[in-house]
């Protein structure tokens, strides 16, 4: 594998405490690049359903933006198994034939070969793994916008509300487990609270007025979202009020900490990205460089913000630089939402659902046939 100028100084390390005791010896070491792909070869996966375990291992992997599939005896890796009994013994070897991963997996044939992939992730490249996560978005397959879930590559999918209204704007909890959402039942807007494990529904915020747009703290214990019992829109966490302007304040995200929220706000006008402290204050302007931005949502890593800006006669997907300011554009679509490991993006477009890695450009459609898709969310 060759490196390039514009190497990224990734020194790919496997961690000594992923092997057995008897596989110590020194550890491979692979160098890429932004652009390249570590070369792996995926070995047979024996038993009865081990070939779909192979396939969906293979997606996943493809998907995660690090991996080449690649002949056996050609690559740096080789990924194989035994998968039955409702268990997989996953086991990843270098080129020399030492054992760099040796872990089992429980659950479906689809979550063992997705915790197989995060694990190889993990494990190989020290970045977090995206495909053990869920995903919540509207679709009008009904003839109704509903929410419905599926896994982060738009398999399985889920219808989770039969509301015969208007549901929009879900919130995945972190873990996955809970999901709250804007609901019409009552008449008016409120934010309904559903347990994904027991199907228990609550209806958890209910001020006279809208109640909208719930984010998740990233401990899942705290909800952030626009109510507008005061008069126009605006933020509260729970029953604290943290603005206090004449605008409508919409689309918060939370910072990785949990310590500040990143919002949109038309007080100045048109629409733009503000930062506050959970606790309140004032909102601070973000420079973005775009004269109308909404729906912003915080990386995980805490680095970047993705988020909709107006142009080209429709919307565009950009991400901001927290750190060097810098606002950078990646295409057509809304709604973008960062997976768990802060470099792939979720977004709607074209009444479909697209993944875009933002490190190589590379955008994957994983799900339509569902009538309008919109506002995704994804667990972290």
């Not at 491979?28 to 070869?41: C, G, H, L, V």
């Not at 006669?313 to 295409?331: E, I, M, W």
Request: charged share 20%; glycine share 12%.
């Amino acid at each position: 594998m060759t490196s390039t100028p514009r190497t990224l100084a990734l020194i790919l390390a496997v961690l000594a405490a992923a092997a057995p005791p008897a596989f110590s010896q020194e550890p491979p070491t692979i160098e890429i690049s932004k652009s390249d792909r570590i070369d792996i070869a995926l070995g047979a996966i024996s038993g009865p359903d081990g070939e779909a375990v192979a396939s969906v291992l293979r997606n996943d992997l493809e998907l995660s933006g690090w991996f080449k599939i690649a002949p056996a005896g050609k690559a740096a890796l080789s990924a194989g198994g035994s998968s039955s009994g409702g268990g997989l013994n996953g086991v990843v070897t270098d080129a020399a034939g030492r054992t760099v991963l040796s872990e089992s997996y429980s659950g479906s044939a689809r979550e063992r070969a997705h915790r197989f992939a995060d694990a190889i992730v993990e494990t190989i490249t020290g970045k977090k793994g995206m495909a053990s996560s869920k995903i919540a978005f509207v679709a009008t397959r009904s003839g109704k916008k509903e929410i419905y879930t599926a896994d982060y590559d738009g398999k399985g999918v889920s219808q989770i509300t039969r509301d015969n209204s208007i549901s929009v704007s879900p919130a995945l909890s972190p873990d996955g487990s809970r999901l709250a959402y804007t609901g019409y039942q009552s008449g008016y807007a409120d934010i309904y609270e559903i347990n994904l494990r027991s199907g228990a529904r609550e209806r958890i915020v209910k001020f006279p007025g809208t109640n909208s747009g719930a984010a998740y703290s990233p401990d899942g214990r705290r909800i952030a979202c626009s109510v507008s019992k005061d008069g126009n829109p605006e933020l509260y966490v729970g029953s604290r009020r943290l603005t206090k302007t004449r605008g409508v304040e919409s689309s918060p995200t939370w910072s990785p900490d949990g310590g500040e929220i990143i919002y949109s706000s038309d007080d100045r006008g048109t629409p733009q990205l503000y930062r506050i402290s959970a606790n309140g204050g004032s909102g601070r302007p973000l420079s973005t460089g775009h004269s109308y931005c909404t729906e912003p949502n915080w990386s995980p890593d805490g680095s970047k913000v993705a988020f909709s800006v107006r142009g080209g006669g429709g919307f565009l997907v950009a991400v901001l630089d927290l750190s060097s300011g810098q606002t950078r554009t990646l295409g057509a679509g809304e709604d973008p939402v960062w997976g768990p490991n802060s470099r792939h993006i979720l977004f709607s477009h074209g009444g479909s659902l697209h993944m875009l890695d933002s490190v190589t450009g590379s955008r994957t459609r994983i799900l339509g046939d569902l009538g309008k898709i919109t506002e995704p969310t994804w667990s972290r």
